[in-house]
Structure formats: C-alpha cells, structure tokens
C-alpha cells in the first residue's frame, strides 16, 4: 500500500478515469497527430518549399483537415454508421474552414501585426484551434440522434 492506495484500488480509480475521459484522452491524442501533421506541412511548405507562410498553412490545413477527421469519425467521437459519412465529413469541413480562417487570421496577426516568429506564431494558434475544433466536433459534426456523448452517464 502507498500513499493510502492499494495496488488494485489505484488501478481502478485509473481505469475509471480513463474511461470517464476516453473522449477527452482520445481527442488529445489525435490532437497530437493533427498538430504534428499540421506542423510537419506548415514547415515543409514555408522552408524546403518556400511558399509564403499563408500558402504553407493553407496546404498544410488541407492535408490535416482530411486525416483529422477520419480519426476523429473513427477513433475519437466512434462514429462508425458509414452512411453518415459524407454528411458528417460536410460538416467536419464546415467547421474546420470556420476554424481555418480563424486560424489564418491569428496567425496572420500575431505575425504581421505583434511580430511574432512564424513558428512560435502557429503554436499559439494551433492551442486556440485545438480547442475552438474540440467544441464543433463535439456539439455540430458527430452529434446525431440516438448517440449522445455517454461520459456524464459513467459518473
């Protein structure tokens, strides 16, 4: 026994966690992809390339916002109905070129306007983005009739 906990109670609190927050953990997980594709693309076309740095993201966001949302569809929000495909992936493209806009014009601002290195830029961004994508992938583009989000109903 440590810190008050029993091997095997630690382990069930840890379980119960894990699978209250299989969401939030799953999302954060595909987050880490997404921005290190996203940082990945951004690099590749702003220095071996050498796009402008709004090119080099406008490219970069396109690559991402495909692969993103398959794991999304898929492993995060467990949308699995293949019939909604094309209609969840509308929406998922909705709400990431709402996001991509806002993206470019953080971007554009911390740059042009607070004279922020390009890098250091895109990670300040890529956080906003993160949590502004979270919200409309959760509320608008994988919430359907019948499947609501089950990890309130685990408390």
Do not use: Q
Not at 16 to 41: N, P
Not at 111 to 130: A, Q, T, Y
């Amino acid at each position: 026994m440590r810190n008050g906990f029993s091997d095997g109670v630690l382990a069930e609190r840890i379980r119960h966690l894990t699978v209250k927050y299989r969401e939030l953990i799953a999302y954060g997980i595909v987050g880490c992809i997404s921005t290190a594709d996203s940082m990945f693309w951004f690099w590749f076309f702003l220095s071996p390339i050498v796009l402008p740095y709004i090119v080099a993201n406008a490219f970069g966001w396109f690559v991402d916002v495909w692969i993103t949302f398959v794991l999304n569809k898929f492993f995060v929000f467990k949308s699995k109905d293949i019939k909604l495909f094309w209609k969840e992936a509308r929406k998922f493209i909705s709400a990431r070129l709402t996001s991509g806009i806002l993206d470019m014009l953080l971007l554009w601002t911390l740059i042009e306007v607070l004279n922020f290195d390009e890098i250091l830029g895109k990670c300040i961004v890529i956080v906003i983005i993160i949590a502004v994508n979270y919200v409309t992938a959760k509320l608008f583009v994988f919430r359907t009739k019948g499947r609501e989000h089950h990890e309130s109903d685990s408390n």
